[in-house]
């Protein structure tokens, strides 16, 4: 898969060729999630970060959802960045898979 920003929408293609296409990165996130696309163990050793099963429920969590949290909760125009790509993207993908198994 391919994640690309064009005309303000983002665009997710997979190989095959099919695309979605969403302005919002959270929409794509669910999107992937709900595909099961995700491959948590490649994903962890890619990103060399460790997602765990929540012991309460369906849930997963990573060590950087509190960062991710704030970051939902800022104003994009006040925004501080405290993620790098790698944490963002293992921090949205949990976020989208929690917010399916709930």
Do not use: C
């Amino acid at each position: 898969m391919t994640l690309s920003r064009f005309g303000g929408r983002w665009v997710l293609r997979k190989r095959t060729g099919q695309q979605f296409i969403a302005s919002e990165l959270e929409a794509v996130a669910g999107h992937i999630a709900r595909t099961g696309a995700v491959d948590w163990e490649q994903l962890q050793a890619a990103a060399e970060i460790t997602v765990e099963p929540y012991a309460a429920g369906p849930w997963r969590t990573s060590p950087y959802d509190a960062g991710f949290k704030q970051i939902l909760d800022t104003p994009p125009q006040r925004a501080d960045p405290t993620l790098d790509a790698r944490q963002f993207t293992v921090a949205l993908l949990v976020h989208a898979s929690n917010a399916l198994a709930a």
